[in-house]
T-cell receptor, first 111, second 112 residues
Framework: QKEVEQNSGPLSVPEGAIASLNCTYSDRGSQSFFWYRQYSGKSPELIMFIYSNGDKEDGRFTAQLNKASQYVSLLIRDSQPSDSATYLCAVAKTSYDKVIFGPGTSLSVIP | DAGITQSPRHKVTETGTPVTLRCHQTENHRYMYWYRQDPGHGLRLIHYSYGVKDTDKGEVSDGYSVSRSKTEDFLLTLESATSSQTSVYFC???????????FGDGTRLSIL
């Protein structure tokens, strides 16, 4: 089992819909969770991080963490074509461990 | 944006030649990383550094070496480049090991 798993996609959603991206991780003791966005041909860009169970909102983005079920999700409300990108989930077990990146999910927002 | 500069941005070279990629930061972050990104493999850690002259291997370190003589500079060297090292290379920095990483713009390396 890989340490961080994501559906590769592509995930297609219509403009204005909610896009839901999911990530599961194998180590129950993981403490830090990050979402990155990567446009084609560009570098990953941090968009959200979450450390505690529950939801964290930032504009149109909401990160949801459920440590008991070992998943973290990213919701994008009112999806725009400019949200079309690959979204990388990253997890760190403890403050002494490296961040592990998932393979990414490709999102396409259809006008 | 985090002050991270990678050079060169593009390079084409031949098999067997040495190649050095440079990462320069202006953020004074302790940790610096080198990743490669290939289709179907995602981001894979090559080496990372936790201070001047302090480095450690990542999951795909074979064929690569690194050096960090100053806080702001982290060099990645391919001693004898092979076609399998054709990839996009990203440098990243972070304040601590588990903190968010910020990435440079990448170097597209082609080895013919």
């Amino acid at each position: 089992q890989k340490e961080v798993e994501q559906n590769s996609g592509p995930l297609s959603v219509p403009e204005g819909a909610i896009a839901s991206l999911n990530c599961t991780y194998s180590d129950r003791g993981s403490q830090s969770f990050f979402w990155y966005r990567q446009y084609s041909g560009k570098s990953p860009e941090l968009i959200m991080f979450i450390y505690s169970n529950g939801d964290k909102e930032d504009g149109r983005f909401t990160a949801q963490l459920n440590k008991a079920s070992q998943y973290v999700s990213l919701l994008i409300r009112d999806s725009q074509p400019s949200d079309s990108a690959t979204y990388l989930c990253a997890v760190a077990k403890t403050s002494y461990d490296k961040v592990i990146f998932g393979p990414g999910t490709s999102l396409s927002v259809i006008p | 944006d985090a002050g991270i500069t990678q050079s060169p941005r593009h390079k084409v070279t031949e098999t067997g030649t040495p190649v050095t990629l440079r990462c320069h930061q202006t953020e004074n972050h302790r940790y610096m990383y080198w990743y490669r990104q290939d289709p179907g493999h995602g981001l894979r850690l090559i080496h990372y550094s936790y201070g001047v002259k302090d480095t450690d291997k990542g999951e795909v370190s074979d064929g690569y070496s690194v050096s960090r003589s100053k806080t702001e500079d982290f060099l990645l060297t391919l001693e004898s480049a092979t076609s399998s090292q054709t990839s996009v290379y990203f440098c990243a920095i972070s304040e601590s090991l588990s903190q968010p990483q910020h990435f440079g713009d990448g170097t597209r390396l082609s080895i013919l």
